[in-house]
């Protein structure tokens, strides 16, 4: 492991000017569960290590009716998924964010980690976008917001400005009768890369697609939004044609590669598949029967 220095932030803005002085070898440390890793295995050149978890705005989970849900960047996943009110609202997040790692992992890791991680295969990303995610960014020119089905640009690589960083991620509430899933499929039970993940928010009118956000992890550069696929369901009946649609089309719009988890093939097979697991489990809950 390389000497790293370590600098403790407790506001926003000192975050800011301890990023900005680092320059391009100062890193965020949140949960560490990614960053110490790579530090560790010298695979980036780190610096300084600018811990963000003693800033009260990045740490913690507020939620609104009318508002929505405001998760702190560096809140640690099993506060995530153990909230009630994210338990009651947004069951993709409960899900994806329990199953990253293991329970020692999800004491640390955040979601603001995974999504500042920028990995093709994060599990939270695909969840995050369907939720219509915003992620509120602070950095040297300012605050912004940044649609996080928007933020990842490449593989490891974000919108992220030098010295900017990620104070909160905020989703809206959900509409009236929708539902929300997500679903990874992985060669074991459990500690594995998703080979594909899939998120589908589903927003009903009886038997009719309102609305549809549907999305995809590992199955291509960065998480995708589908916006064909959720085409091919809305203002159409939900049965097994719509689905199967989707489904063809979230295929079609994977662009994976072949590594050793799977093969190009499997994962446009897979992508299909998950879709429409995902788009089913969501509107059993848009009915209230998840
Ligand atoms: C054993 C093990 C199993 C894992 N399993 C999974 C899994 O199943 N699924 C999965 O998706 N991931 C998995 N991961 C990866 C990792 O745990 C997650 O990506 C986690 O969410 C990262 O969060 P963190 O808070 O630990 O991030 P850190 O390691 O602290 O940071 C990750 C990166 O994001 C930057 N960063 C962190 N927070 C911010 C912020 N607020 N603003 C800007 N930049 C920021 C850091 O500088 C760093 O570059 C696993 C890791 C390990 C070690």
New binding site residues.
């Given amino acids: 492991m390389q000497a790293v220095r370590y600098a403790r932030a407790t506001s926003v803005d000192q975050a800011v000017q301890m990023l900005r002085d680092g320059g391009e070898e100062a ?12 530090a560790r295995e010298r695979r ?1 050149d780190i610096d300084l ?2 811990d ?1 978890k003693h800033i009260p705005d ?1 740490m913690g989970i507020t939620y609104d009716a009318s508002d929505g849900l405001t998760v702190g ?2 809140t ?2 099993y506060q995530v998924y153990g909230h009630p009110d994210v338990q009651a609202h947004y069951p993709a997040l409960v899900a ?1 964010s329990h ?4 329970t ?2 999800q004491g ?12 093709p ?5 695909p969840a995050m976008i369907v939720l219509d995610g915003v ?1 509120r ?1 602070a950095g040297p020119g300012g605050r912004r917001e940044v649609p996080i089905a928007e933020f990842c640009t490449g593989p490891g690589r ?1 919108v ?1 400005e030098p010295g ?4 909160t991620l905020h989703f809206p509430a959900p509409a009236a009768n929708s539902g929300s899933a997500w679903e ?1 499929f ?1 060669p074991r039970n ?5 080979v594909v993940n899939a998120a589908a928010v589903i927003t009903l009118d009886g038997d009719v697609v309102q609305d549809a956000r549907l999305a995809l ?1 590992a199955a291509a550069p960065t998480p995708l939004l589908l916006t064909d696929a959720a085409q091919a369901l809305v203002g159409r009946r939900l049965d097994d044609v719509s689905i199967e649609a989707a489904s063809a089309a979230a295929s079609a719009a994977a662009q994976p590669i072949t590594d050793m988890r799977g093969s190009i093939q499997q994962r446009k097979h897979l992508a299909g598949v998950l879709t429409a697991r995902v788009v089913r489990a969501a509107a059993a809950r848009a009915r209230n029967e998840g």
């Avoid at 459990?190 to 998703?194: G, H, P, R, T, V």
Wanted: overall charge negative; charged content about 15%; proline content about 2%.
């Fill in positions: 890193r965020v440390l949140a949960g560490g569960t990614d960053v110490i890793v790579l980036r290590f600018v963000i990045v960047a560096a640690p996943l994806a199953v990253i790692g293991g020692a992992i640390r890791a955040s979601l603001g980690g995974n999504l500042a991680n920028a990995s295969a994060a599990d939270s990303i992620a960014i974000s992220l900017e960083f990620i104070v990874r992985i459990e500690m594995d890369i998703a992890g």
